[in-house]
């Protein structure tokens, strides 16, 4: 069973400490985040609470499968030229066709606004691809080369990559991952967020965490490194497996650090608790310790007892989380303020 949060709290260790000073890679604003000195969650992280709901599928023009997944926020005020708003908000519907798509705003606490030619990378990109569908942005500051590094699957076997100097026209790069390159037997390699993170003894410069699925149809977080954020190498075990946490599936992986020390946050299914835990993994990625709920699922709506696919902000020293709440496939893009 699952470690809730309270177990967690009585049995706190050194891991989990009220001193701010915590990182959350791939933050929507540039640099180190503070978390707030009154952080209670495991690992000594912020407190997350609901605010709002920010994006909902019938409020959007762009909207043909009335669901949308996998919100991604970067802070972008001061990385590019004139930029829509100080903060780009990346989503996507799951179902075919898919699309990624975009939101602007001034605020991590909202109004965002959408792009109104959404999507911004579709199912059909000739002569690259002709998909299905296309999903599950993950968007990363490459701040050497000053581009926004889209991460998106489409199929559900394939992880691509497209690079923009606007966060909004995008250029083809390549595949970077497929079920192919894992272990025999893997159906799915996709979800997949990038984050910049050193790994001097395996010459990596970057680490992918993803959602892998096998013969077995439990869903794992996989993991993999690279040295330019387009060349990688996988484990062939999971990061994350399901049923060390008591779950039937995980996914929606991002990785945290604080104090010198390395965190994954990832969600579980409905059916599992439909919470975000988190997984102490080592600056090294040895590490497996299990710490319990990260966050948890409130049975009102708009959760409805999931959240999911967490990402990560501040704004002006507040600390956020942008998240999916509610059912698979029926929820909103929700904000929760540390």
């Known amino acids: 069973m699952t470690l809730d949060r309270r177990r967690f709290l009585r049995n706190a260790t050194a891991t989990a400490t009220a001193a701010a000073g915590g990182t959350l890679l791939g933050l929507g604003t540039p640099g180190t ?3 707030s000195t009154s952080a209670s969650a495991p690992g000594g992280f912020p407190d997350y609470r609901h605010v709002r709901t920010l994006l909902k599928p019938g409020d959007l023009k762009y909207n043909p499968t009335g669901e949308i997944i996998f919100p991604c926020v970067r802070g972008v005020y001061d990385r590019l030229p004139e930029p829509l708003g100080r903060y780009y908000l990346y989503y996507a519907p ?3 066709p898919g699309g990624i798509c975009l939101a602007y705003g ?7 606004t959408e792009y109104p030619r959404n999507p911004v990378v579709g199912n059909v990109w000739k002569p690259h691809y002709s998909v299905s569908h296309v999903s599950s942005p993950h968007v990363m500051w490459h701040a050497e080369r000053r581009e926004m590094w889209l991460y998106f699957h489409g199929e559900n076997t394939t992880t691509r990559l497209a ?3 606007d966060g ?5 790069d390549r595949a970077v991952l497929t079920t192919a390159m894992l272990p025999k037997g893997t159906t799915e390699a996709s979800y997949a967020r990038v984050f910049p993170y050193a790994l001097p003894g395996r010459d990596a410069r970057y680490v992918m965490l993803f959602m892998r699925n096998d013969a077995s149809n439990h869903r794992d977080i996989g993991w993999g490194w690279s040295a ?35 965190y994954v946050v990832y969600h579980t299914d409905k059916g599992s608790g439909g919470n975000v ?36 902000g501040t704004d002006r020293g507040v600390p956020y989380m942008i998240y999916e709440a509610g059912e698979r496939l029926e929820g909103v893009i929700a ?4």
């Open 335 to 338: 904000m929760a303020r540390g």
């Open 228 to 262: 330019d954020g387009r060349t990688w190498k996988f484990d062939p075990e999971p990061l994350i497996d399901h049923a060390e946490v008591g779950a039937s599936d995980v996914s929606g992986a991002h990785l945290l650090t604080r104090d010198g020390r390395t």
């Open 106 to 112: 001034d605020s991590l606490e909202g109004p965002f």
């Open 94 to 96: 799951h179902d075919k």
């Open 277 to 312: 835990l988190i997984t102490e993994v080592g600056t090294d990625f040895a590490r497996r310790e299990h710490l319990g709920v990260f966050y948890d699922s409130r049975s009102p709506a708009p959760e409805n007892g999931r959240s999911a696919a967490p990402s990560f």
């Open 168 to 172: 909004v026209h995008f250029t083809y």
């Open 33 to 35: 985040a503070s978390a």
């Open 163 to 165: 690079r923009s100097k």
